[in-house]
């Protein structure tokens, strides 16, 4: 009877099947949970140890009916599962058993492939913009799955770390840009990660090409005192670029800068007529630096204020009929220069030097021409006016121009030329009743001074023979007047002639001569 107890304690359990299973879910994809469950049919058998492996391997042991669970299943605990446990009957506490549950193959399922990284273009040129790309799509059976993307060169993370976006646009890489890029993907609700491969990206720098030289002020051309901006550009070129601007004749730079751009100006304040010659620059980027071409720089000055000066034609006080040359001359300022003459703020004529200096202005005097006299300098960046100069006209009483004076003169000639006929036929009828012969003297043409007749009569007879001259007073200078004198002459003299002088070189003169 005891023996037959002890064989029944260690019967095999096998002979009991399906007394353990193990229940696991059917479908696991990364990141979601295992949960194992062993259970034993109901008898009166009480489970003393349960333990779960994985490929042979024991997961876990424990004294009491338990459950085993993988909070976030990866691709590597996919496996063959299975659990054991030892039992004992409920009224004989050394009966033991011990049962293995049937295998269970569990196969996790990738949720997303792992990320590909690409860019665009795959050799970037400094400046230009690139696109980075983080490639992966989650499961069809998890369509609705939620992705983010972050993107990371030499362990940072770019732009603004984690996006739901699988693209990272960068507007323009540089050479120390270049380096190891890669990218992660991640689903938050199932802590699922997974990384690129690293790739490196070398960007190209472009060698300065075309560099041109330009001018910019703010009135054209430039002016004396005005500001100046020089604008040294390049085509091409990337990277940070250093420009410097030399003059040409002495080779000297004048300004230097270096920045990351395709154009960078220098401001030249308050321009001075030395700062006009001939300029270019350079741009530089690493490569070999490129000069642009000479341009050239004239600076424009403004007239200074004119001075006007009288030149009298002689030391007197300056009269009537008097020509005085106005003189204007504006010390600086560019040819070509306009000149003006005022009197009274009243303009008299212009003048223009082409090349600079000054004008003059030649004025006849009359009595209105007293008065204050300016003139005015324009080079068409700003007129100036000199200060004004004042002349005085002296000498005008006897030269005003009368219609009643005129009539007067009209009036006198035609006394002179009756009187003048009286005295011929008094001479003519003398000559007859006396019967004196008269040599006429014939007058040299090469004198000035009338010849007078020579006669053969006596002294008396003479005095007798001279008629009376009637003396005309000056007039106004544009009317032709003569003027008649009668001479007496001395009573020695065999030979009397009458002279007649000039007095004033404005005046014409006639001889009235008795054949």
């Keep these: 009877m005891l023996l037959w107890s002890f064989l029944v304690i260690f019967a095999p359990v096998s002979e009991e099947a399906d007394w353990l299973t193990l229940q696991a879910p059917s479908v696991v994809f990364e990141g979601d949970s295992i949960d194992l469950m062993c259970q034993k049919k109901k008898d009166w058998w009480e489970i003393q140890t349960m333990a779960y492996y994985k490929d042979g391997k024991e997961l876990q042991l424990s004294n009491e009916v338990s459950s085993f669970s993988i909070p976030h299943a990866a691709l590597s605990d996919s496996g063959s599962y299975y659990c054991s446990a030892t039992a004992e009957k409920y009224f004989l506490k050394y009966f033991l058993k011990s049962k293995a549950s049937r295998s269970i193959r569990i196969e996790v399922q990738e949720l997303f492939p792992r990320p590909v990284f690409t860019v665009s273009p795959s050799w970037p040129t400094e400046g230009s913009p690139v696109t980075l790309t983080c490639e992966t799509q989650p499961s069809p059976q998890r369509s609705n799955a939620q992705l983010r993307f972050c993107f990371f060169r030499e362990d940072r993370a770019l732009g603004s770390g984690w996006s739901s976006s699988p693209e990272l646009r960068v507007p323009a890489m540089w050479t120390e840009d270049s380096g190891s890029y890669w990218c992660q993907a991640e689903m938050v609700t199932a802590r699922v990660r997974k990384q690129s491969l690293q790739s490196q990206i070398h960007v190209q720098r472009v060698p300065v090409s075309n560099v041109s030289l330009e001018m910019w002020a703010p009135r054209d051309p430039v002016i004396e005192g005005g500001d100046l ?9 990337t990277g940070n670029i250093t420009f410097s601007w030399h003059r040409e004749d002495t080779g000297t730079s004048v300004g230097r800068k270096t920045q990351r751009s395709l154009s960078a100006e220098l401001e030249v304040p308050a321009v001075q007529e030395g700062d006009a010659g001939c300029y270019y620059c350079r741009a530089d980027n690493g490569h070999d630096p490129i000069q642009s071409k000479l341009l050239s720089i004239r600076v424009r000055i403004p007239v200074s204020c004119p001075v006007l000066t009288l030149r009298e034609p002689r030391a007197q006080a300056m009269a009537v009929g008097d020509v005085v040359e106005l ?13 003006r003459f005022y009197h009274e703020d009243v303009s008299l004529g212009n003048s223009s030097a082409p090349s600079g200096g000054g004008v003059s202005f030649n004025l006849s005097l009359t009595p209105e021409r007293s008065g204050n006299y300016s003139c005015e300098a324009d080079n068409g960046l700003g ?3 000199s200060e004004a100069v004042t002349l005085s006209v002296t000498g005008t009483g006897g030269y005003r121009r009368d219609h009643v004076t005129a009539r ?35 007058r040299d043409a090469s004198s000035t001074k009338p010849q007078e007749p ?7 007879d003479m005095e007798e023979m001279q008629p009376e001259y009637v003396n005309v007073g000056p007039v106004d200078v544009d009317v032709v007047y003569s003027q008649v004198w009668s001479m007496q002459p001395p009573e020695d003299s065999a030979n009397t002639r009458t002279i007649l002088e000039n007095k004033d070189s404005h005046v014409i003169y006639s001889d009235v001569k008795v054949t």
């Design 229 to 237: 901006i020089l604008l040294c550009s390049v085509a091409e070129g």
């Design 327 to 339: 003189r204007c001359e504006a010390q600086r300022g560019s040819p070509p220069i306009q000149y």
């Design 383 to 385: 007129a100036q006016r």
């Design 408 to 442: 007067v003169l009209g009036a006198l000639c035609g006394g002179l030329g009756f009187i003048t006929a009286v005295l011929l036929s008094y001479y003519w009828s003398r000559k007859i009743s006396g019967g004196r012969s008269v040599t006429h003297v014939p």
């Design 454 to 460: 020579t006669h053969s009569s006596s002294l008396s």
